[in-house]
Each structure stands twice: as C-alpha cells, then as structure tokens.
C-alpha cells in the first residue's frame, strides 16, 4: 500500500467515524430531551394534581386572596443587588371535599375541617452586566399547622385586661354548676393555649388580616403565639413544589364573565370576600355584586424549564371552583 492509498483509507475511515459520532451525539441530545419533556410533563402533572385537589376543595364562604408583586429590590446572602417577583393565592380548604361527608385520614388529623392554603411563585433576578436576567424561579406551597400551641408567660403586661373566668372542665375536675367554689383563673400564665386556623368572611384587609388571630406580643406572651400568616411562613409548612418554574400566572373567570389575570408583569391586589349561606347577605349589602366577583374557573399557567440541556415548556390548564352557581335571573 502506497502512502496515498493509505492517507485516503486515513481520510476515510476518520469521516465514517466522523459521520458516526454525529449520529450518535444527535441521538443521544434527541433522547436526553425527550427524556427531560417527560420529566417536565410529570412535574406539570404534580402540580396540577395538588392545585386540582386545593382549589376543588375551596370553601366558598371563606375570602380568596389573589396578588402579584413584580421587580421588589433587595439584596442576596452575599450582599449583591437582587429583584424578586412574587405571584400568590391564599384561600381556605375544608379537609374534605364539600360532598364527601366520610371522615378521612385528614379530618382526624386536623383540629378543625377548615385550614388556609398559599400557592406562591418567587422568582430572583441578578444584575449581569448591567442586565437584569431571572436566575431562579420556584413554587411553593404552604398549608396552616393542624393546631398551634402556646403558652403565655407568669405575668400578662398590664393593661391587658385578664377576665375571672373558671378553668376548663376536665376529668378530674367538678362541674362549675354542682361546685360554685372552684377558684376562678385570675392569670393566664403558664396556661397552655390552642390556635385554629380562623375562617375569615371579610377579605378587606388583605391577605396581612390573616394574623389577627394572635393575642398578644412576644413582650407579652411568647413567640409562639402567631397568627394564622406566620404560621404559613413555618419552615415545616411551606413546602417547595418545583424549582424549574420560570413564569407563573393565575387567573379566572368570574360569575359575571369578568376575566382576571394576575401575574408578575404587573402589580394587582385582589381581595374577595366569603359568600353568606343565605346568599342575600346583611341588610342593604351590595351582595350580589360580591357574589359576581367569585372565581368560577381559575385558570394557571406556568413555565417549566431544565436549565442543563436548555428545554423549556409551557403548561396551562383549568380548575373548577366548589360551590358557585349562575345568579339568580341570569
């Protein structure tokens, strides 16, 4: 063999493997991701699955809370200048579904058949030379404690007013009616206490009037007593769902056709009160006005991207609100 025939069998043999890497390098990133849209989709499904079951179970008397904050400043653990987006709803659960009347695994657990649920979207931005590009994203869901206990100090700081009340019948412990001699409470010091998530009808205040069901201040009290807010924020109860998320909406449909979209391109605040049992609420209350402003359908969209091989997706999908009906006359 000639040193021609040879550098030609080189030059061949080198484009055949040329041509067989690029096939197999191909196939490989075609296969890498078509494995990651399936991991994306099953991630999509989780989350639909656990919006599904909290927005399903809803408890129409109770407000609805909807908000966006985009582009807050702040700085990162190192110092560094950040952005945030914030997109959230906050809306009571009742620990089974409004037609299943069997108890369940959770309505033994909790306390009480109702507890607050948060679903909130935080996302950073970081300067990148002289650019302000979106680094992370995530979900989060949080749901209340099924009790909160606490206990207040020796002393209540005056002038907090300390009522002469009898203790709570227990089993070793008289009737009030058949022993009128039992001391009564004049110190709530040392006295172990019991916080349930607080339905909340009026929305006016915000999505803050959660924690109006704390008694006191921690001069006062203890740390421990929070409110309903706070104990969403408990390490234990916020939970990650995903941190693939890049963008998050939300939005409905009203019971008077309205379209609401909330999401991080601007700022929005919405505030929905509870609805009465007897639909017609209190007198001279613009209540069907109230009613009208309900979601009917609530509608998410998201997007989910794998920041190793670069795929990007995006997902929507509806949601059925419990409880509403047409107007009546509509």
């Known amino acids: 063999m000639t040193l021609i025939e040879m550098l ?29 849209r399936v991991d994306l989709h099953a991630t999509a499904a989780v989350i639909r699955e656990y919006l599904n079951r909290d927005l399903g179970s809803s408890a129409p008397p109770i407000a609805f809370f909807a908000r966006s904050v985009p582009q807050v400043a ?49 996302r950073t931005w970081k300067d990148v030379n002289g650019v302000w590009v979106p680094i992370s994203g995530a979900l989060y869901r949080s749901s209340s404690s099924a009790a909160r206990n606490w206990i207040p100090k020796n002393t209540l700081v005056p002038p907090v007013p300390v009522p002469e009340t009898y203790p709570p019948n227990g089993a070793n412990t008289p009737t009030y009616l058949n022993v009128p001699t039992i001391p009564k409470w004049t110190n709530y010091g040392n006295r172990e206490f019991m ?37 969403l924020d ?58 009208g402003k309900r979601p009917r359908v609530t509608r998410v969209a998201f997007n989910l991207a794998d920041a190793k091989s670069g795929v990007t997706q995006d997902f929507s999908f509806s949601v059925a609100q419990a409880g509403l009906q047409t107007q009546m006359g509509q």
Request: net charge negative; charged share 25%.
């Open 8 to 36: 030609i069998a080189v030059a061949l043999g080198m484009a055949v493997i040329a041509m067989a890497w690029t096939a197999f390098v191909r196939a490989n990133a075609s296969s890498t991701r078509a494995m990651v």
């Open 74 to 122: 702040g700085t990162d653990a190192g110092g560094a200048p950040i952005k945030t987006d914030t997109v959230e709803m906050v809306f009571m659960c009742q620990a089974s579904r409004m037609e299943d009347e069997i108890s369940t695994a959770e309505q033994k657990t909790r306390k009480s058949e109702f507890f607050w649920v948060r679903w909130r979207f935080l």
């Open 195 to 231: 916080n349930l998530p607080r339905p909340l009808r009026d929305a006016s205040g915000g999505i803050e009037s959660l924690d109006n069901n704390r008694y006191g201040t921690p001069t006062v009290h203890t740390t421990a007593d929070i409110g309903d807010l706070a104990d």
């Open 234 to 291: 408990k390490p234990d109860n916020d939970r990650l769902v995903s941190n693939r998320i890049r963008d998050f909406a939300i939005g409905w449909q009203d019971a008077q056709g309205a379209t609401i979209t909330v999401t991080t391109a601007a700022s929005s605040d919405h505030r929905l009160d509870g609805l009465y049992l007897d639909v017609t609420g209190p007198k001279n209350n613009a209540y069907l006005d109230q009613l």
